[in-house]
């Protein structure tokens, strides 16, 4: 009996070594780990449209009262798409066209605009527009009529302000700005200034 309590009492203090073996080696062994895939944030996109009023100076004029220099100021409209790649930095795309008058000059301006922008507040910011595009303007006074069609370097600067605005980013805004989309262009020297103001929606 006491040759078989001997071997019992072996076999469990076995056991139990080689159970505190398993625990030990179990904290030396990492847990599984996940692989975290990065969450890549899109670029803002935003869409706006609003009304513009051309200013268009050319001199020649074009006039049966003989009259040398022309101003006229025209209303239409004017679409933008643009993206925002941080806080500072943006591309827009932007197409206006001045309401046919059958008085006197009719604008078509299509161009693509780098965009430095600056952060006043959360909600407010400024930018500039610095880009090419092309500008057409139909001149006509029911008697004399020609076309100024140029492509050159436009720029301008204008504001911008966050109306609405949820937990992605997405919401509702204004803007107002000036530019500049042709300067002494073409054989009568045409200068096309414009202001634009409307309504946009971030994504």
């Not at 922008?117 to 527009?129: P, R």
């Not at 092309?134 to 302000?161: F, H, R, V």
Request: with cysteine; proline share 4%; net charge neutral.
């Amino acid at each position: 009996m006491r040759r078989g309590n001997k071997m019992k009492q072996k076999q469990i203090i076995a056991a139990l070594l080689l159970s505190t073996a398993l625990l030990s080696a179990g904290k030396n062994v990492a847990p599984a780990t996940v692989p975290v895939v990065p969450v890549v944030t899109p670029w803002p996109l935003y869409i706006g449209v609003g009304l513009v009023m051309t200013d268009i100076d050319r001199d020649p004029c074009p006039c049966a009262s003989g009259q040398t220099i022309a101003e006229d100021h025209r209303y239409g409209g004017v679409v933008r798409i643009g993206m925002d790649f941080n806080d500072f930095f943006g591309i827009e795309a932007r197409a206006l066209k001045s309401l046919e008058s059958g008085v006197f000059s009719e604008t078509t301006h299509y161009g693509l605009y780098l965009k430095p922008q600056l952060s006043l507040s959360e909600d407010l910011s400024i930018y500039g527009l610095l880009g090419y595009g092309n500008t057409q303007i139909d001149y006509t006074n029911g008697i004399k009529s020609s076309t100024t069609d140029e492509s050159g370097l436009a720029y301008g600067a204008g504001a911008a302000y966050r109306l609405t605005k949820d937990a992605e980013g997405n919401g509702w805004g204004v803007w107002a700005d000036y530019s500049r989309l042709l300067k002494d262009k073409g054989a009568v020297h045409s200068t096309v200034d414009v202001l634009t103001a409307g309504v946009m929606y971030h994504f």
